[in-house]
């Protein structure tokens, strides 16, 4: 079984559309987040949830909205995509605020 | 807030030898201190862990050293194989509050 799945695994897409990558963890976490990966492989923290609630929410454009209809999904909704959009785009899920974090296998999103 | 800095970006060994990443905090409340492993092509997997009343933690080839004086802490990997090559993550939190995360190291283990 896998913990903390994503969907879709790669995505091409033309600039200016929007699209959305769905996350699920079946971990039965309480906490679950958005990590964008770029070239050069620094992870930086978008948003996270504790209990379907927003509880960070780094300095992100508003083209970007998560979703969280219950506690073991997270999605990501992208408008209005950009060439800078582009990078691999991991879920990931914890206990709680702080610990362990689990990582799915990561979106690949290339704009164009 | 809390800084995470790791060193090297870049560390090349010869396999057999061992590697040693380090890390420096800033805020000396942290006390949890993860370190991750990421495969090419792969999401980040933990690999190891260390609280600030510990100040060293070992699991087979790998251990974790942790100086909460100095707020380091050190990544060791003796007998280095070609499966350790991958990027190696450190972070640290302060209890109930997010992971703050290194930049990377790139870890290439040389045959």
């Known amino acids: 079984d896998t913990a903390v799945s994503q969907t879709p695994k790669y995505l091409v897409t033309q600039m200016g559309n929007d699209k959305s990558i769905k996350c699920e963890q079946n971990?039965?976490?309480?906490?679950m987040y958005w990590y964008k990966q770029d070239s050069k492989k620094f992870l930086k923290i978008m948003f996270s949830?504790?209990?379907?609630?927003?509880?960070i929410n780094e300095t992100v454009p508003n083209r970007f909205s998560p979703k969280s209809p219950d506690k073991a999904h997270l999605n990501l909704h992208i408008n209005s995509l950009e060439l800078g959009d582009s990078a691999v785009y991991f879920c990931a899920s914890s206990q709680g605020v702080g610990e362990t974090q689990y990582f799915g296998p990561g979106t690949r999103l290339l704009v164009l | 807030g809390e800084n995470v800095e790791q060193h090297p970006s870049t560390l090349s060994v010869q396999e057999g030898d061992s590697a040693v990443i380090k890390c420096t905090y800033s805020?000396?409340?942290?006390?949890?201190f993860p370190w991750y492993k990421q495969e090419l092509g792969k999401g980040p997997q933990l690999i190891i862990d260390i609280r600030s009343n510990v100040g060293e933690k070992k699991d087979q080839r790998i251990a974790v050293t942790l100086n909460k004086t100095a707020k380091h802490f050190s990544l060791h990997i003796t007998e280095t194989q070609p499966e350790d090559s991958a990027v190696y993550f450190c972070?640290?939190?302060?209890?109930?509050?997010?992971?703050?995360w290194g930049a990377g190291t790139k870890l290439i283990i040389k045959p």
């Open positions: 971990l039965g976490h309480d906490t």
């Open positions: 949830y504790n209990n379907k609630e927003l509880i």
């Open positions: 972070a640290a939190s302060i209890q109930a509050y997010q992971l703050i």
């Open positions: 805020d000396s409340a942290s006390n949890y």
